[in-house]
């Protein structure tokens, strides 16, 4: 064996060198193995609309109730009374305008931001958490956000919003679908923009998904 070394290394070491650069290539690069041990994490704040719309999850305070007056103390003594004023002649009358007068007061308040429809995430090949919220303004401009997110991490992971049902087969997912990119985190608050065209009663189905290997991470019934 010694000898069948000594004679073939100047094979050997090459051939070698080109099989860890394979395996490395396959574990890091193709697979992505140590991903599911890395998170991305991301805590992005509510979107930001172009009407200028602000999200809040604030509750407006109720109106406290005025406390209660004392009456006050009672004098012995009477009043002194006030001789009665004498009778002023009336102003006279300006003639009315028919022509009702400008406020010349503009509401500067942003819009609403309201939530349209929500689902919750539900597992299919990857444990997945969360919440996803599509979010409007009362204009066309809407967005889809996860809240309590997590997922596992992995290569190639990307938003769909998609027709079949959150339980359909894996294969299905990506029959009919709309791509909103790459996914931002496996771990948090995100948004992603929805184009206008976009009908959410037929794509309805938000899915995690990973692109290499057609595999649905995760997935959410917008209702």
């Known amino acids: ?52 719309a602000v999200m809040t999850s604030e509750a407006v305070p109720e109106p406290s109730e005025p406390a209660p007056s004392e009456p006050a103390p009672e004098s012995s003594e009477p009043a002194p009374s006030e001789p009665a004023p004498e009778p002023s002649e009336p102003a006279p009358s300006e003639p009315e305008s028919s022509e009702p007068e400008p406020s010349g007061v503009e509401s500067d308040e942003p819009l609403e931001v309201v939530r349209l429809v929500e689902g919750s995430f539900i597992d299919r090949s990857h444990p997945t958490e969360g919440v996803a919220v599509v979010l409007n303004d009362g204009t066309q401009q809407r967005f889809l956000r996860f809240e309590d997110f997590a997922t596992d991490n992995g290569p190639d992971l990307n938003v769909y919003l998609s027709s079949a049902p959150p339980d359909a087969s894996a294969g299905a997912f990506d029959d009919d679908f709309v791509d909103l990119g790459d996914l931002k985190g496996n771990i948090g608050a995100q948004n992603y923009e929805i184009p206008t065209d976009v009908d959410l009663n037929h794509h309805s189905t938000v899915v995690i998904w990973c692109v290499r290997f057609s595999v649905a991470f995760g997935a959410a019934e917008l209702s």
């Open 1 to 52: 064996m010694r000898a069948f070394l000594r004679r073939n290394w100047k094979i050997l070491v090459p051939v070698g060198v080109v099989g860890l650069a394979i395996a490395y290539y396959l574990v890091f690069v193709f697979f992505a193995f140590h991903l599911l041990f890395v998170d991305d994490k991301v805590n992005e704040s509510g979107p930001l609309f172009d009407s200028g």
